[in-house]
């Protein structure tokens, strides 16, 4: 799982969870956030770097992603849900 803030992914733990060359397919990224922008913008570069799945949390009952608009506190907002949808889906539709 990662953050779908890309300014976080400079520490050696993020970096690892970057590369997913060797991983056994299907590979599959976790991706957490409560932006839409962010939350594409992670899709993609997971996508580029070998993910084939990208799994979008909602259901995160953590304290430290239900304070941040993340994991399950997303579902109290049903329409930054469908932005984030939308917006992440929208970008792979041409392909």
Do not use: C, Y
Not at 11 to 24: A, I, Y
Not at 27 to 43: K, L, Y
Request: glycine content about 6%.
């Amino acid at each position: 799982m990662l953050t779908s803030d890309v300014r976080l992914w400079h520490t050696k733990k993020s970096r690892l969870r970057l590369d997913h060359s060797g991983e056994p397919e299907p590979r599959v990224v976790q991706i957490a956030g409560g932006d839409a922008t962010m939350m594409s913008e992670a899709a993609r570069l997971n996508v580029d770097a070998g993910a084939q799945i990208i799994d979008i949390i909602w259901a995160a009952p953590r304290r430290k992603s239900a304070n941040k608009a993340a994991g399950s506190s997303l579902m109290r907002d049903e329409a930054l849900v469908r932005q984030i949808l939308e917006t992440v889906v929208k970008q792979f539709e041409s392909q």
